[in-house]
């Protein structure tokens, strides 16, 4: 009986499509792995694009659809050209690619205390193990590692016309200056007032603010711990007083070489 469900499901287009969504020639991509800041930057992008359909939880998915939580019929249904958000690795389908890249060392505990949210871990959970998990793939989700997923796109769409690469670091610490190339890229002609108001509206105050409210409507966060926050310091650099020595010698040792080319070691994070 489960099986018909799905399959009934999946020949009406009713199911979620994940990474074999239908993609079409002026779809543009907003890339990351997990905890890497996807969803401040579709805030950003969202209410620059959408400042009159005033972004908000309960509409994020409309404005900025995530394949994994709409459905493959609601997705060829909206209106073009789409910007979609996704966290897939490499896919040569993908034409125009926002990519947004955060240091692994704050990744791990975005992820650990994430997968403490959705009750995938218990709390108090060993931090030491978790980063072994985070290494070896293991944390349960479908996007390889951090390497493997963020080198696919590195390496692969550096020197592509149609490719943007965004430290999430660069766009907290410059973030007019680094919305000013994303709006750029997207082809909208966005004045200094323009880019403030989308700076405002997706600040991580009123970001915390939504969620509070918001939370229940929201598919990343309707199922998980109500006493856990889903936006939390949304600052960079947690990981020199969080994360023990051996992990992040364990996380270098292993990635040293693509922390390195993005500026994460050697001086550069």
Not at 101 to 124: M, S, T
Not at 167 to 180: A, F, H, K, V
Not at 242 to 259: D, H, K, N, Y
Request: aromatic letters at 12%; a positive charge; proline letters at 6%.
């Amino acid at each position: 009986m489960v099986d018909l469900i799905k399959g009934t499901k999946r020949a009406l287009g009713l199911h979620s499509p994940g990474r074999n969504l239908d993609v079409f020639p002026d779809d543009t991509f907003l890339v990351s792995y997990p905890k890497s800041g996807n969803t401040w930057t579709r805030f950003l992008v969202a209410n620059l694009i959408y400042p009159e359909r005033h972004p908000d939880f309960s509409n994020i998915n409309e404005l900025i659809p995530d394949p994994e939580a709409l459905s493959k019929r609601h997705l060829n249904q909206l209106p073009r050209p789409r910007i979609l958000k996704s966290h897939q690795y490499f896919d040569p389908r993908y034409q125009k690619v926002l990519c947004i890249v955060r240091d692994p060392r704050d990744v791990v505990l975005a992820e650990y205390h994430f997968q403490i949210k959705c009750r995938q871990i218990n709390e108090g959970y060993p931090l030491s193990d978790f980063v072994e998990r985070f290494l070896a793939n293991q944390t349960g989700h479908r996007y390889g590692t951090w390497f493997d997923n963020v080198g696919s796109w590195f390496f692969i769409r550096r020197n592509h016309p149609g490719f943007l690469l965004v430290r999430y670091e660069s766009l907290q610490s410059d973030t007019m200056g680094e919305m000013d190339k994303i709006a750029r890229f997207f082809g909208s002609a966005a004045d200094a007032k323009a880019l403030n108001f989308a700076i405002e509206q997706s600040s991580a105050d009123r970001m915390r603010e939504l969620e509070k409210q918001q939370a229940h409507l929201w598919s990343s966060t309707k199922d998980t711990r109500m006493d856990k926050p889903f936006v939390r310091s949304a600052k960079s650099g947690g990981w020199r007083s969080e994360l023990p020595r051996e992990c992040v010698q364990q996380i270098e040792q292993a990635w040293g070489s693509l922390m390195s080319e993005l500026g994460y070691v050697n001086g550069g994070g």
